[in-house]
């Protein structure tokens, strides 16, 4: 007689196979099994059940896991809201590129359809926010089930994946053994005459320019990247996901980040340049109608992924190959004595001073609070290449993707396709989870932090060495400037004070208070030496938020 488990043990020991670590959620009725099975598992290599106060931060806490890693986050939640509750942050991961695996409990097999307690159509619920979304029918399909959901979540372009898992489904028997390690799926490098055309226009360009997007921000591309900048001096400008590509041995190639409005250093260099190669990037990013406005010269689109075509966004070469190979059969095809004529790289020059210059904080004017240079120049200050930034979504968020200087990728983390609230601090549990060592920082403005703030709780509970910092102005201040440019004035915006200090502490935590500019440093080592969670509240002065908007494009303000 065959030896039979239930699907839930099934399914917990394809997570060993797969090699996941944390499983993140709210238990509930359906997946009650499944939950018991991961805490009580005599296994080592089980994954760690993580309990957190919201379904949304679970799965934000997951794709946090995907990003940082490139492997999938995995969140598991009950039935009807438990499953809803995923929605914003499964939308999030797929849009972004962030690899994750949702299940989510459903009411048995007999109740689907009928108005039972719970019952909801998850699986078509889950359909336009994942690559894929299905509902298991035998206890034997849940291995396959996550071994596919596994192999879609991280394959090009990465995303979201969900599983339906009834209840009588799950409490099932087995009797099939369970997928083993799904194998990486490896592209292939370009073909040479295609190398050769790359280099020829590299050759003949008089400016080529590197995009560098989400996808340039993988490891092994990152350093295709760095062997591509040491053998040629080519310029590069980051999107927001694009975040730490160039080094800081590297950093005479770097010309900012790009995103949003169409006034920065990047931006010109992209107008003037006859030779843009795209290197990962996604349109959710940046579209290209705000940076391919008005511009002539090609376009070489890079990537693991086919990129949209548009009015926009029409490349003269597509490359649809593994990213990294073919960057360094770039390398060894252009010639080691090619470079920039000394007119561009003059004109380069001057573009790195004014980037520099536009980094610099004016004069402390505390009655209105503290400047965001100041703020930036303070952190940047504390931290080292290794430490891990989160930045949630606001006006602040702007200040810290051009500012903000990071050399490591995906270690600056910014949600720029959603712009969802309430991501920092989630992402921060999660940095703090896989990169153990040293203090992870998360910056939130006070409207978006009390998106997901309740989760203080769990990073209390798991003694994670975050530092939250609140830039705390009273407004949902990136809505507000952007009103007034467009309108004089502004609507709807303002709320009411927090005293996040008492707040920090009612959760076990500790809270700092900045009144001063010339208090932010003190401020900051104290919470750096504090064991545990640390939020800082910081008074901003946000009174030089015009110059954040649009001065190319002014009818785009979004």
């Known amino acids: 007689m065959k030896d039979t488990k239930t699907g839930a043990q099934a399914l917990i020991q394809s997570m060993i196979n797969q090699g996941i670590k944390y499983v993140f959620g709210i238990p509930g009725a359906k997946v009650d099994q499944l939950f018991e099975g991961i805490e009580y598992s005599k296994d080592p290599r089980a994954p760690k059940l993580i309990i957190t106060r919201h379904e949304q931060n679970a799965a934000l806490i997951a794709s946090g896991i995907g990003r ?7 969140v598991a939640t009950t039935s009807g809201p438990g ?7 499964l939308i999030t991961a797929t849009a972004e590129g962030d690899p994750v695996i949702a299940l989510g409990g459903q009411v048995p097999q007999d109740d689907i359809g009928r108005l039972t307690h719970q019952s909801i159509p998850s699986k078509e619920l889950m359909s336009s926010a994942t690559k894929s979304s299905v509902e298991v029918q035998n206890a034997n399909s849940l291995s396959e089930a996550f071994a596919n ?3 879609t979540a991280v394959a090009p372009k990465a995303g979201a994946t969900f599983i339906s898992l009834p209840q009588n489904v799950l409490n099932g028997a087995v009797d099939r053994p369970e997928i083993k390690a799904v194998p990486t799926v490896d592209q292939g490098v370009a073909d040479a005459a295609t190398v050769d055309a790359i280099v020829e226009k590299i050759q003949h360009a008089k400016l080529p320019v590197i995009l560098a997007g989400m996808r340039a921000s993988a490891s092994d591309v990152t350093a295709a990247i760095r062997e591509l900048l040491q053998h040629a001096a080519i310029p590069v400008v980051e999107t927001f996901q694009g975040a730490g590509v160039v080094s800081r041995d590297l950093v005479t190639n770097y010309f900012g980040r790009v995103g949003l409005f169409r006034n920065q250093v990047g931006d010109n260099l992209l107008k003037q340049s006859d030779l843009v190669i795209t290197v990962g990037y996604d349109p959710v990013e940046y579209e290209a109608r705000i940076w391919n406005a008005d511009r002539t010269g090609d376009v070489i689109s890079l990537d693991s992924v086919v990129p949209e075509i548009t009015t926009d966004y029409q490349p003269e070469m597509v490359v649809h190959a593994d990213i990294a190979k073919t960057l360094r059969a770039i390398v060894q095809k252009l010639p080691a004595d090619w470079a920039l004529s000394e007119e561009v790289q003059a004109q380069l020059d001057k573009s790195g001073k004014t980037l520099a210059a536009q980094a610099e904080a004016p004069a402390a004017d505390d009655q209105h609070g503290i400047h965001p240079l100041a703020i930036i120049q303070a952190l940047q200050n504390k931290v080292n290449d290794e430490t891990t930034v989160t930045v949630d979504v606001g006006s602040f968020y702007i200040w810290m993707a051009r500012y903000f200087r990071s050399y490591q990728p995906r270690h600056l983390l910014f949600s720029n396709g959603m712009q969802t609230l309430g991501v920092a601090f989630p992402w921060a549990i999660a940095a703090a989870l896989e990169r153990p060592g040293q203090p992870i920082v998360s910056v939130a403005g006070d409207g978006g932090f009390l998106f997901s703030s309740q989760e203080l709780e769990t990073a209390v509970r798991l003694k994670l060495p975050i530092v939250q910092l609140i830039w705390d102005d ?6 507000k400037f952007q009103e007034i440019a467009k309108y004089g004035h502004e609507a709807g915006v303002s709320f009411g004070p927090v005293d996040y200090v008492k707040y920090a502490e009612s959760f076990g935590a500790t809270g700092l208070h900045v009144d001063h ?5 003190a401020t900051l080592d104290q919470a750096f030496q504090t064991e545990g969670p640390v939020v800082v509240q910081i008074p901003v002065d946000y009174r030089d938020n015009l110059k954040l908007k649009s001065l190319l494009l002014k009818d785009v303000l979004s």
């Not at 009273?474 to 809505?479: E, F, L, N, R, T």
């Not at 500019?517 to 440093?521: C, V, W």
């Open 68 to 74: 940082l890693t490139g492997k999938p986050g995995v």
């Open 83 to 89: 499953v809803s509750n995923l929605t914003t942050s």
């Open 149 to 151: 959901a596994y192999q």
């Open 474 to 479: 009273g407004a949902y201040d990136m809505v």
């Open 517 to 521: 500019a010339k208090d932010l440093a």
